[in-house]
């Protein structure tokens, strides 16, 4: 069966880096891509980004671009999420989420990580 | 604010059918699929419907979802406690090239 393992939580000063691993299994890794999408407390999804887990290539949401890196290895399937420069609002549960279907159908997130709690603190 | 836009609650009692609407814009839904999740206290989103209307294997016949034009509807029939969650709809956005949710509804089960 899919599952989508991903690292514990992290607790950050203002102005540090946190980086989130998701571990795959189940699934020939580099056959789908994988989306991050963050949520603060009491809030809403909010999609951070994608990364190909065939070839690296990466779109992110135009809110962190310049703060938000996504990488892959596919050596032991794991998608990474760095997140730089962080802020008290960066405050969130972190998931990482596989997709599936097709452009003609449509894309869609099939296989949702646990999440990792990422609390911004002085 | 977010770009989908979803009532922030919703209710009806057991039996019951509801429906929870999401009206966006021709960037994203007028243009794309839309995708429904629910997503319980403490736990990861789980994806109820895509493509507008299909439903994963293992996901009931009591929930479906409709699109027309730049709004997207979930139904829930046969209303129970277990339905209590937070739904979320979700479309790509061909102007922000990404992905975009609704803010999100609570589904209370009175």
């Known amino acids: 069966q899919v599952q989508m393992v991903q690292s514990g939580t992290e607790v950050k000063k203002p102005g540090a880096s946190v980086k989130v691993s998701c571990k795959a299994s189940?699934?020939?890794?580099?056959?789908?891509?994988i989306s991050w999408v963050r949520q603060a407390p009491g809030q809403g999804l909010e999609w951070m980004g994608w990364?190909?887990?065939?070839?690296?290539?990466?779109n992110y949401a135009q809110k962190l671009q310049g703060r938000v890196t996504m990488t892959r290895d596919t050596s032991t399937s794991t998608a990474y999420m760095e997140l730089r420069s962080l802020r008290s609002d960066d405050t969130a549960v972190y998931y990482c989420a596989r997709e599936a279907g097709t452009s003609s159908t449509g894309y869609y997130f099939h296989y949702w990580g646990q999440g990792t709690l990422v609390t911004v603190s002085s | 604010q977010s770009v989908l836009t979803q009532p922030p609650s919703a209710s009806g009692t057991p039996g019951q059918r509801v429906t929870i609407s999401c009206s966006g814009s021709s960037s994203n839904i007028g243009s794309n699929t839309v995708n429904w999740y629910q997503q319980f206290p403490g736990t990861a989103p789980k994806v109820l419907i895509y493509s507008n209307n299909q439903r994963p294997s293992g996901v009931p016949d009591r929930f479906s979802g409709s699109k027309s034009g730049t709004s997207a509807s979930l139904a829930i029939s046969g209303l129970q406690s277990e339905h209590e969650a937070d739904y979320y709809c979700?479309?790509?956005?061909?102007?922000?090239?990404?992905?975009?949710f609704g803010g999100g509804t609570k589904l209370t089960v009175l």
């Open positions: 979700a479309a790509w956005d061909d102007s922000l090239n990404g992905w975009v």
């Open positions: 990364i190909s887990a065939y070839n690296g290539n990466t």
């Open positions: 189940g699934y020939t890794f580099t056959t789908y891509g």
